[in-house]
């Protein structure tokens, strides 16, 4: 099998393309393993509605539920027995990749539940959990960077345990999440742990702030709010990689850390689905290539980009300036950029709300019907 050739571009700019999706079909079908033997894909996430997705297509997950149905499993425990195995069969996929990268790459993300979003404690609890059953050195936990999440970061990066960040919406927040990056480290140090071991990446949602500010826009409706719309989104994550490359390249904080094996806090961009269909629909990964950054990409996305992607070089480095004049003329015609990010955190976290407590509750009525299905059987068998 040989590579995509857009896709292994990207790759060779400096760009971990990562696949926003997982299913236990993806993975027993050998569709992950062919992804990443032709499409370079070298890492995995997922969220609550990845998992509620795939729980409620097909049978694949219909013998397991049946089998925890009659060890008498309750919901939670279904689903975190049902999704840690599928995140650890994928992690076994992508060991080559790991190893290959030392530890770069090869990466699997699992996250905690999103209705322990504003609880930090209850947070470092089921993650240290999550990092203990799934038990695989390329694993993520996923722990969203509301305001309870920053400490939560730095302390599960401090028992030595590698941390995708997600929901991160402003570059304010993002500083925040790197100060928390930065804390876990020097704990993790004083702890005793190997510093080469923790990673973390830093996952900066785009095409949202698009969605929610050109709303915004078309509401205002002048000359000069409707030539802004769709320029919100790349010029804010521009603004990131600016911020990250001063905390990561430039500031003494973290290069003290470097002689014991610390690792910069990748850039990840999140939510590169294009939404609008009068935008292209490579236009947040072609538009946000620069090194060390990760894309992880719905599967309708690293097709487009396969099939007519283009790389024409770094993107985003030394574009800080006219990105800030984007987000200057935004606030400029009466955007309220810290509503904008407030409102999309809050929505965040509460579609993954949603999502998990659907799952809950389709997982629920699963495990009844084996029940049900079971004592039938058992009743069946007792009248023969």
Known sequence: ??????????????????????????????????????????????????????????????????????????????????????????????????????????????????????????????????????????????????????????????????????????????????????????????????LSRIHSVASFFVSRVDTEIDKRLDKIGTPDALALRGKAALANARLAYAAYQQIFEVQPRFQGLLPDGARPQRPLWASTGVKNPDYPDTLYVSELVAPNTVNTMPEKTLDAFADHGEVAGDTVSGTAVESQEVLDKLSAVGIDLTDVFKVLEDEGVDKFEVSWTELLEATAEQLRAAGQKSCANVIGVGHV
């Open 1 to 194: 099998m040989t590579q995509n050739p857009n896709l292994q571009k990207l790759s060779e700019a400096g760009v971990s393309v990562w696949l926003d999706d997982l299913s236990r079909d993806r993975i027993e079908s050998g569709n992950l393993a062919e992804l990443v033997a032709t499409k370079s894909v070298v890492g995995v996430t997922t969220n609550p509605s990845i998992f509620q997705a795939a729980l409620s297509k097909g049978h694949v997950y219909d013998a397991q539920v049946r089998e925890l149905a009659e060890r008498g499993a309750d919901a939670p425990a279904t689903i975190r027995t049902v999704t840690t195995d599928d995140v650890r069969a994928a992690c076994d996929v992508l060991a080559p990749q790991f190893e290959a990268s030392h530890g770069v790459d090869g990466r699997v993300s699992i996250e905690v539940d999103p209705r322990l979003a504003h609880d930090a404690d209850k947070t470092v609890a089921q993650a240290v959990e999550l990092w203990k059953i799934v038990d695989r050195p390329n694993l993520f936990i996923k722990i969203p960077a509301t305001e309870a999440g920053i400490p939560a970061i730095a302390k599960v990066l401090g028992e030595g345990i590698s941390v995708n960040v997600t929901l991160i919406f402003s570059v304010q927040r993002y500083e925040l999440v790197m100060g928390a990056y930065l804390d876990g480290l020097e704990a993790a140090k004083a702890a005793g742990h190997d």
